[in-house]
Each structure stands twice: as C-alpha cells, then as structure tokens.
C-alpha cells in the first residue's frame, strides 16, 4: 500500500472530539476522508471531513481533524486514505463515548505536573465535576 500509518486515534478534548493519526511513509496518497458515525455503519453521507495528503514522503507526518459538532452519544470514526489513482483503504472504526459531556480541568502525570496531549504515558485527566480518569497514552 502506498501509506504506511502509525496511529490513528480519537481523543475528546473539552468538548471537542480530536481525530489524530500520523503516516511513516507516503507514495503517491492524495486525500484522506473522516467519517463518523453513531453506528459502525459508514456510507458516502458519513464524511466529515477530507484532508490533503502529502503525496509522497518518507518521513513521519502527522494529521489531525477537530470534531465541533457531534451527538451527544457514542460516535465511530473511520480514516479512509485514497490514492492518487483512486484507490482507497480504510481504517478503524476507533469509537469517543460523547453520552456524557464534562469540560476537561487539566491533565497531570502521576506526580501531579501539568502536561499537555502530546505527552506519552500514564495521564490523568481531571474534569469540572470533580471526577478523574487514569489512561495511558
């Protein structure tokens, strides 16, 4: 396949629902779609978003989509990379649970520092209500 990607992953920050994924290498790609769905049924009506690709490269390139608008409900993403001669490849579905919306306070490692979503590791997540959410990233 001409793209070899790396990650692709969904992440709510604050209210928003941010789509990251990074390729190492990149050979003729032309676009990427996001789709999303509050099913893991995706058609053509599902994308939200098209991305320009590099073309061709060897060397990591990261993207990212912000999801503004969603529902309030478990919503499925797909990455779907095309090629300049049309061909196309999926990924995912990757899922971000949106029942619930609390406003994310700060994000700290486990010493307590503030850190922000770049960083790799065990993070916690604190919100406005007071609750906390250990992941490792």
């Not at 604050?14 to 789509?19: C, E, G, R, S, T």
Request: proline share 2%.
């Amino acid at each position: 396949m001409p793209v070899e990607l790396t990650t692709f992953e969904g992440i709510k920050v604050d209210n928003l629902n941010v789509i990251r994924w990074e390729t190492s290498t990149e050979h003729n790609s032309s676009h990427f779609l996001i789709k999303r769905s509050t099913t893991i049924e995706f058609n053509e009506s599902s994308v939200i978003n098209i991305t320009e690709a590099s073309g061709n490269s060897q060397e990591k390139i990261q993207y990212s989509f912000v999801d503004k608008s969603f529902p309030n409900q478990i919503n499925y993403y797909q990455l779907v990379q095309v090629d300049i001669d049309g061909n196309s490849k999926t990924y995912g579905p990757i899922s971000i649970d949106n029942r619930i919306r609390k406003n994310l306070v700060k994000i700290t490692n486990l010493l307590g520092q503030d850190i922000d979503e770049s960083y790799r590791g065990v993070v916690i997540e604190v919100y406005d209500d007071g609750s906390t959410i250990k992941t490792l990233r």
